[in-house]
């Protein structure tokens, strides 16, 4: 399968959406033979994937200095109904915009977060659309809900309540640094006065440089948070606050769980609840060339999982460079499986398995430019298979999934997949070129 399509400007990128099965191979019925490949101009990236209940997958990010959905079929294909033969772009207020997360309520619409540049500030940022890619204009205004809080403001992820209320986290500047931002929205795009300060919750840890990168609902209705905090010790954080806005002081007896997972570097990305209510946070752990992915998993007072490797932390260096987590999902069997990218000689995008008894994982390996930003888990099928959101620059990009034997942990053999992703042309005038190459199955001795 090979597509393409010119394009002007500088540094163009692909967006990635790639369906694999449980065992990690791609699944050869999804897009073309794996992929689904969409083009949108220079500055795109891919930064939140989002599912219907039709099992159409909504992939949100920026492009050209827009914010950018595009809306896919179950099978991968572009739903050339919704927006611009499947792709909507918007520059909210006519300024520099981007979406950083998407997701799905119970009328099916995609509600978008991210920003609004507007002056010299970022905006926080909220979008509804339609089933067809149009704004709703019952929405905020006209489609659009723009808030306006400290120096500067921005979503980094949201959640829609089952009221159909939503709940989007990120960070506020303030004149003494960042810290965590928790909003609520009412289902017309309005700050729900109900909730915190006119809608607005602002928690400063006592450090600069915190930010909310996640956030998830428990049974209860209670919010679960994560990301970092900063100062000259950067930690994991997760904070559980009441639907009132309010922590919850019996997590961990004031709301707030800090968990230093061996770095003075390090940064939570993601967070999900387990059908036991085990809280589990990805993200990654270490600096530069020594950044691996960490995963944590604690109980639902916020005490930590010693059933979880011992002491409820696991950190997997995957390569030679630095190895960063950006997106989790659960299995049936409870097991996270997390997706990023590694930096050495190589770029490699990364599905790991946290069982310790399965030990393989899926990659891609360009040399550079390819990153996994975020991971789908389609629970509607029996194989509980698996989307992820790339986005792709420049050069080779090679899937190998690596298969141990699950009770002798002997190599078995490997999958291989090659992705090129060619340039040509001067800036004005340049195209893109993307074939993939499909090896079988082979075994060689475990080395």
Same mark, same amino acid.
């Given at each position: 399968?090979?597509?393409?399509?010119?394009?002007?400007?500088?540094?163009?990128?692909?967006?990635?959406?790639?369906?694999?099965?449980?065992?990690?191979?791609?699944?050869?019925?999804?897009?073309?033979?794996?992929?689904?490949?969409?083009?949108?101009?220079?500055?795109?990236?891919?930064?939140?994937?989002?599912?219907?209940?039709?099992?159409?997958?909504?992939?949100?990010?920026?492009?050209?200095?827009?914010?950018?959905?595009?809306?896919?079929?179950?099978?991968?294909?572009?739903?050339?109904?919704?927006?611009?033969?499947?792709?909507?772009?918007?520059?909210?207020?006519?300024?520099?915009?981007?979406?950083?997360?998407?997701?799905?309520?119970?009328?099916?619409?995609?509600?978008?977060?991210?920003?609004?540049?507007?002056?010299?500030?970022?905006?926080?940022?909220?979008? %509804? @659309?339609?089933?067809? +890619?149009? !704004?709703?204009?019952? #929405?905020?205004?006209? *489609?659009?809900? &723009? /808030?306006?809080? =400290?120096?500067?403001?921005?979503?980094?992820?949201?959640?829609?309540?089952?009221?159909?209320?939503?709940?989007?986290?990120?960070?506020?500047?303030?004149?003494?640094?960042?810290?965590?931002?928790?909003?609520?929205?009412?289902?017309?795009?309005?700050?729900?006065?109900?909730?915190?300060?006119?809608?607005?919750?602002?928690?400063?840890?006592?450090?600069?440089?915190?930010?909310?990168?996640?956030?998830?609902?428990?049974?209860?209705?209670?919010?679960?948070?994560?990301?970092?905090?900063?100062?000259?010790?950067?930690?994991?954080?997760?904070? %559980? @606050?009441?639907?009132? +806005?309010? !922590?919850?002081?019996? #997590?961990?007896?004031? *709301?707030?769980? &800090? /968990?230093?997972? =061996?770095?003075?570097?390090?940064?939570?990305?993601?967070?999900?609840?387990?059908?036991?209510?085990?809280?589990?946070?990805?993200?990654?752990?270490?600096?530069?060339?020594?950044?691996?992915?960490?995963?944590?998993?604690?109980?639902?007072?916020?005490?930590?999982?010693?059933?979880?490797?011992?002491?409820?932390?696991?950190?997997?260096?995957?390569?030679?460079?630095?190895?960063?987590?950006?997106?989790?999902?659960?299995?049936?069997?409870?097991?996270?499986?997390?997706?990023?990218?590694?930096?050495?000689?190589?770029?490699?995008?990364?599905?790991?398995?946290?069982?310790?008894?399965?030990?393989?994982?899926?990659?891609?390996?360009?040399?550079?430019?390819?990153?996994?930003?975020?991971?789908?888990?389609?629970?509607?099928?029996?194989?509980?298979?698996?989307?992820?959101?790339?986005?792709?620059?420049?050069?080779?990009?090679?899937?190998?999934?690596?298969?141990?034997?699950?009770?002798?942990?002997?190599?078995?053999?490997?999958?291989?997949?090659?992705?090129?992703?060619?340039?040509?042309?001067?800036?004005?005038?340049?195209?893109?070129?993307?074939?993939?190459?499909?090896?079988?199955?082979?075994?060689?001795?475990?080395?």
């Amino acid at each position: 399968g090979d597509t393409t399509a010119d394009f002007s400007g500088k540094s163009p990128r692909v967006w990635a959406l790639v369906k694999y099965n449980i065992d990690g191979s791609v699944k050869q019925n999804f897009g073309d033979q794996g992929f689904t490949l969409t083009q949108l101009g220079w500055q795109a990236e891919a930064r939140s994937i989002a599912r219907d209940s039709a099992g159409n997958l909504y992939g949100a990010g920026i492009a050209d200095d827009k914010l950018a959905l595009v809306k896919y079929s179950s099978n991968g294909a572009l739903q050339e109904a919704f927006g611009q033969q499947g792709i909507v772009k918007a520059a909210i207020a006519g300024r520099p915009s981007a979406a950083n997360s998407v997701a799905i309520g119970k009328d099916q619409r995609p509600v978008v977060g991210g920003y609004a540049e507007l002056g010299k500030r970022r905006y926080a940022a909220l979008q %509804r @659309y339609t089933t067809a +890619g149009s !704004l709703e204009t019952e #929405f905020g205004y006209a *489609g659009t809900s &723009i /808030t306006k809080v =400290g120096k500067s403001a921005e979503i980094h992820d949201l959640v829609i309540q089952p009221n159909q209320n939503i709940v989007a986290v990120g960070h506020v500047e303030t004149p003494t640094g960042t810290d965590v931002l928790v909003m609520r929205y009412s289902p017309n795009g309005k700050l729900d006065p109900e909730f915190g300060n006119g809608g607005k919750v602002i928690t400063d840890l006592g450090t600069k440089g915190d930010r909310a990168n996640a956030v998830t609902l428990d049974r209860r209705g209670r919010i679960l948070v994560s990301g970092v905090r900063g100062g000259a010790d950067h930690d994991f954080i997760t904070l %559980r @606050y009441m639907p009132d +806005g309010t !922590l919850d002081e019996s #997590f961990d007896s004031d *709301g707030l769980v &800090i /968990t230093d997972m =061996g770095s003075p570097v390090e940064q939570a990305t993601d967070i999900k609840i387990d059908a036991n209510q085990r809280i589990v946070v990805s993200g990654t752990t270490g600096k530069d060339k020594d950044a691996v992915f960490a995963v944590a998993r604690y109980r639902s007072n916020g005490s930590p999982d010693s059933q979880f490797d011992d002491d409820g932390r696991v950190t997997t260096d995957i390569g030679s460079g630095a190895d960063h987590a950006n997106g989790l999902a659960l299995l049936k069997n409870q097991l996270p499986i997390v997706v990023g990218s590694s930096v050495g000689a190589k770029w490699e995008e990364l599905l790991p398995d946290y069982n310790v008894d399965i030990e393989g994982y899926s990659k891609f390996s360009p040399k550079r430019g390819v990153r996994a930003r975020q991971i789908s888990l389609d629970a509607a099928n029996d194989d509980n298979s698996l989307e992820v959101m790339y986005s792709t620059q420049k050069q080779k990009a090679v899937f190998l999934h690596v298969i141990r034997d699950e009770d002798t942990a002997e190599f078995v053999g490997a999958v291989q997949t090659t992705m090129y992703v060619e340039f040509d042309g001067p800036p004005s005038n340049r195209t893109c070129a993307v074939s993939m190459n499909f090896a079988s199955t082979y075994k060689q001795p475990w080395k």
